[in-house]
């Protein structure tokens, strides 16, 4: 297999962006909820919920907002700016995949990795 890049943003001293906070917001946008984006992602409610004050704290503005729900109680949605963010974030990472693919390449051609016999 390929080597792969992994894209960590630090934003200041604390604010910090990454493929997990990413990719737990996309499960957020999928699920609906917090607890069900977590179960998914093998996570347990509260590292989930921390993870998303982190990424709120992080931002001016919050990228997800709970909603207050009826007898199937709330739910989770991604804002508008939280929908931005993984645009932006994604497209970073394209761009970098395709920048540094025959580098990724010729480190894969020189690792230890395990050889066929």
């Known amino acids: 297999p390929m080597p792969h890049l992994s894209i960590r943003i630090d934003f200041d001293d604390e604010g910090r ?17 917090i607890s069900a ?3 998914a992602m093998n996570m347990s409610y509260k590292r989930a919920w921390e993870l998303v004050s982190e ?3 992080t931002f001016e503005e919050p990228l997800v ?3 207050t729900g009826g007898r199937a ?3 989770a949605v991604l804002t508008p700016r939280g929908q931005e963010l993984i645009r932006h974030y994604r ?6 995949l395709s920048a540094t693919a025959a580098h990724l390449k010729a480190l894969q051609a020189i ?7």
């Open 17 to 33: 962006l990454g493929p997990g906070k990413v990719a737990l917001l996309e499960q957020i946008e999928r699920e609906g909820t």
């Open 37 to 39: 984006a977590g179960r």
């Open 55 to 57: 990424i709120n704290r």
């Open 65 to 67: 907002t709970a909603q």
């Open 73 to 75: 109680g709330g739910g």
């Open 91 to 96: 497209a970073i990472e394209r761009k970098a």
């Open 111 to 117: 690792s230890r990795s395990p050889r066929r016999a």
